[in-house]
């Protein structure tokens, strides 16, 4: 089994517990509980190793924190060794375990970095504050010197040139992932895939790694193609109104029909709404499009 692949069902069960009742979330944080002690207790990576190099459970202190937009800030945090990368893949998560003032049980929530994975010294999160999240108002509150506690979490694993083209479209915070994959397929000289990114926000201004991606498509031209859909556009906004649709992804050359579409890989990472729309069987956007259920994957 993966590293990090049992925590899945009870990372779900933790981001499902508000609608699934107070049972599920008393389970999932006790199983929590267990599952921290005992990997604390049996964690022996050697030091001389990149912290996140295999599974185990590490306590970082906070550097810096900079608000990006009106709700996201990024947060840098040291690791053990300043002159050693995380030890991270592509792509590859973090779980991160707090105990906020006046909770007695953890919260467990997943982030994907978002700083380049061989940057040596730190990681960076980009945090989005939901309204009563429990995990990103602790996050928000944290100020330089205090500390959190994570764990390494493999997600999709990327083999450089395996699909000539991906998709990745994304809602919300739901970038994280595509921005470390994105950049580290563009980085590697040796990967030649093409990259096309839709990302569906609510404003413009949630669209907090506009630049980070503007220089992308300037770097690589041909192989990397941003397109943004918004929920409430600003006057006078350069960008298409509205939600990821069939016609959005058709208008970004995502329809599955095209000669040069026909072993694209879809990522999908976003609210379970808009998930739902696109993965829908039979109905949903995806396969109205022609693309196959082992053809798309969801983070």
Same mark, same amino acid.
């Given at each position: 089994?993966?590293?990090?692949? !049992?925590?899945?069902?009870?990372?779900?069960?933790?981001?499902?517990?508000?609608?699934?009742?107070?049972?599920?979330?008393?389970?999932?944080?006790?199983?929590?509980?267990?599952?921290?002690?005992?990997?604390?207790?049996?964690?022996?990576?050697?030091?001389?190793?990149?912290?996140?190099?295999?599974? &185990?459970?590490?306590?970082?202190?906070?550097?810096?924190?900079?608000?990006?937009?009106?709700?996201?800030?990024?947060?840098?945090?040291?690791?053990?060794?300043?002159?050693?990368?995380?030890?991270?893949?592509?792509?590859?998560?973090?779980?991160?375990?707090?105990?906020?003032? &006046?909770?007695?049980?953890?919260?467990?929530?997943?982030?994907?970095?978002?700083?380049?994975?061989?940057?040596?010294?730190?990681?960076?999160?980009?945090?989005?504050?939901?309204?009563?999240?429990?995990?990103?108002?602790?996050?928000?509150?944290?100020?330089?010197?205090?500390?959190?506690?994570?764990?390494?979490?493999?997600?999709?694993?990327?083999?450089?040139?395996?699909?000539?083209?991906?998709?990745?479209?994304?809602?919300?915070?739901?970038?994280?992932?595509?921005?470390?994959?994105?950049?580290?397929?563009?980085?590697?000289?040796?990967?030649?895939?093409?990259?096309?990114?839709?990302?569906?926000?609510?404003?413009?201004?949630?669209?907090?790694?506009?630049?980070?991606?503007?220089?992308?498509?300037?770097?690589?031209?041909?192989?990397?193609?941003?397109?943004?859909?918004? !929920?409430?556009?600003?006057?006078?906004?350069?960008?298409?109104?509205?939600?990821?649709?069939?016609?959005?992804?058709?208008?970004?050359?995502?329809? !599955?029909?095209?000669?040069?579409?026909?072993?694209?890989?879809?990522?999908?990472?976003?609210?379970? !709404?808009?998930?739902?729309?696109?993965?829908?069987?039979?109905?949903?956007?995806?396969?109205?499009?022609?693309?196959?259920?082992?053809?798309?994957?969801?983070?």
């Amino acid at each position: 089994m993966p590293p990090g692949t !049992a925590f899945r069902p009870l990372l779900r069960a933790t981001q499902r517990a508000n609608v699934m009742g107070t049972q599920v979330a008393f389970a999932a944080a006790v199983a929590g509980i267990g599952a921290y002690a005992w990997y604390r207790s049996t964690n022996t990576a050697a030091s001389d190793k990149p912290v996140f190099s295999s599974f &185990g459970f590490h306590t970082l202190r906070l550097d810096s924190t900079e608000l990006i937009n009106h709700n996201t800030k990024k947060l840098r945090f040291e690791l053990p060794d300043a002159t050693k990368p995380s030890g991270l893949s592509l792509t590859s998560a973090l779980l991160t375990i707090s105990l906020p003032k &006046g909770r007695w049980l953890p919260v467990l929530r997943p982030y994907t970095p978002v700083n380049d994975i061989n940057d040596p010294g730190y990681i960076e999160l980009m945090v989005k504050l939901y309204p009563n999240g429990k995990q990103s108002t602790h996050l928000h509150s944290l100020q330089p010197g205090d500390t959190l506690t994570f764990a390494p979490i493999k997600e999709f694993s990327w083999t450089p040139n395996k699909h000539p083209h991906v998709a990745l479209i994304a809602g919300g915070a739901g970038i994280t992932p595509m921005y470390q994959l994105a950049r580290g397929i563009l980085h590697n000289p040796d990967d030649r895939t093409r990259v096309t990114l839709v990302w569906g926000v609510n404003t413009d201004e949630d669209i907090f790694l506009r630049d980070e991606f503007a220089a992308l498509e300037k770097q690589y031209p041909g192989r990397f193609k941003a397109a943004y859909v918004v !929920a409430t556009p600003a006057a006078g906004s350069p960008h298409q109104k509205g939600f990821v649709t069939r016609q959005v992804l058709e208008g970004a050359g995502l329809a !599955a029909s095209e000669e040069r579409n026909r072993d694209v890989k879809v990522l999908v990472c976003g609210p379970p !709404a808009m998930e739902k729309a696109l993965k829908g069987k039979g109905t949903g956007v995806l396969a109205q499009l022609g693309y196959r259920p082992d053809q798309v994957y969801s983070f």
